[in-house]
């Protein structure tokens, strides 16, 4: 296949990514056939997939307005994924922004279009390594640290196959930030459909990303020294809802439980 001038020559695209499928359910062009096929895999499991994403890309849009409204002007968005419409500095548009993320395409693509925003930049990362995200010159150049922040976890710490692991990040990346910084995070659970959740998982091993959803408790593990506000850990599309589609329907449809709160 021919590449785009923005895919490295280190990107396999016969190895289907979870960013790259992400960026196929909200509609987006920067996804290889590998992902196209695997993601319609998952979504002949899981028919609102691509619905529920959407309804998680919109519970990360209200989180960021809440944080800013609260003050928030800096950000950390881990796992931010390939770029679509409505990013968080298009959001939070007087505030800096570090997005982080592990596809070389979702990187890629990140540099081409913040080559010309100078409060916005994007660190190639693993999130298991949180010192290698908080000691990058990208971030130590954007992030002030004696000021609070917004750290952004939405749809990242369900590839991260251990609990224990996953809540030791969360703690260390809290750990970094003073006291006032806030959190936005969403989580993919198997409380709602068990069976069908399972399936998918299944799916996403033959990717770059194998995913683990949890219940309610293990997610709940991952909100420790912070402040959650009301309503809580919730149906993330019933967290301060001002999404038209989310309707009468029973709200674990979404499949991902969502929550914000204050660093103690």
Same mark, same amino acid.
């Given at each position: 296949?021919?590449?785009?001038?923005?895919?490295?020559?280190?990107?396999?695209?016969?190895?289907?990514?979870?960013?790259?499928?992400?960026?196929?359910?909200?509609?987006?062009?920067?996804?290889?056939?590998?992902?196209?096929?695997?993601?319609?895999?998952?979504?002949?499991?899981?028919?609102?997939?691509?619905?529920?994403?959407?309804?998680?890309?919109?519970?990360?849009?209200?989180?960021?307005?809440?944080?800013?409204?609260?003050?928030?002007?800096?950000?950390?968005?881990?796992?931010?994924?390939?770029?679509?419409?409505?990013?968080?500095?298009?959001?939070?548009?007087?505030?800096?922004?570090?997005?982080?993320?592990?596809?070389?395409?979702? %990187? $890629?693509?990140?540099?081409? @279009?913040?080559? #010309?925003?100078?409060? +916005? *930049? =994007? /660190?190639?990362?693993?999130?298991?390594?949180?010192?290698?995200?908080?000691?990058?010159?990208?971030?130590?150049?954007?992030?002030?640290?004696?000021?609070?922040?917004?750290?952004?976890? %939405? $749809?990242?710490?369900?590839? @991260?196959?251990? #609990?224990?692991?996953? +809540? *030791? =990040? /969360?703690?260390?990346?809290?750990?970094?930030?003073?006291?006032?910084?806030?959190?936005?995070?969403?989580?993919?659970?198997?409380?709602?459909?068990?069976?069908?959740?399972?399936?998918?998982?299944?799916?996403?091993?033959?990717?770059?990303?194998?995913?683990?959803?949890?219940?309610?408790?293990?997610?709940?593990?991952?909100?420790?020294?912070?402040?959650?506000?009301?309503?809580?850990?919730?149906?993330?599309?019933?967290?301060?809802?001002?999404?038209?589609?989310?309707?009468?329907?029973?709200?674990?449809?979404?499949?991902?439980?969502?929550?914000?709160?204050?660093?103690?």
């Amino acid at each position: 296949m021919e590449r785009p001038d923005w895919v490295s020559d280190t990107v396999d695209p016969d190895q289907p990514s979870a960013a790259r499928m992400y960026d196929y359910y909200l509609g987006g062009s920067h996804n290889f056939a590998s992902d196209r096929e695997m993601a319609r895999r998952a979504l002949a499991l899981f028919p609102d997939g691509q619905l529920a994403a959407q309804a998680n890309r919109a519970f990360l849009h209200r989180g960021v307005r809440y944080l800013r409204d609260q003050g928030i002007r800096q950000f950390l968005d881990l796992g931010s994924g390939i770029p679509t419409m409505g990013n968080v500095h298009e959001i939070a548009d007087d505030a800096t922004v570090v997005y982080v993320d592990l596809d070389p395409v979702a %990187v $890629a693509h990140s540099e081409a @279009i913040l080559a #010309d925003v100078d409060r +916005a *930049g =994007i /660190v190639h990362a693993d999130i298991r390594r949180p010192q290698d995200v908080l000691e990058s010159p990208v971030t130590r150049q954007l992030l002030d640290f004696t000021q609070p922040v917004g750290l952004l976890m %939405v $749809a990242v710490l369900h590839f @991260i196959g251990s #609990d224990d692991e996953a +809540a *030791g =990040i /969360v703690g260390t990346f809290r750990d970094a930030l003073p006291t006032g910084s806030g959190l936005v995070l969403a989580h993919a659970t198997l409380d709602s459909r068990p069976d069908e959740m399972k399936r998918i998982e299944e799916v996403y091993k033959a990717s770059a990303n194998p995913a683990t959803t949890r219940s309610y408790g293990q997610i709940e593990r991952f909100l420790n020294g912070w402040d959650v506000i009301d309503p809580g850990l919730i149906w993330a599309v019933q967290w301060k809802p001002d999404w038209p589609d989310a309707g009468d329907r029973d709200p674990s449809w979404c499949g991902n439980y969502g929550a914000v709160g204050w660093k103690r």
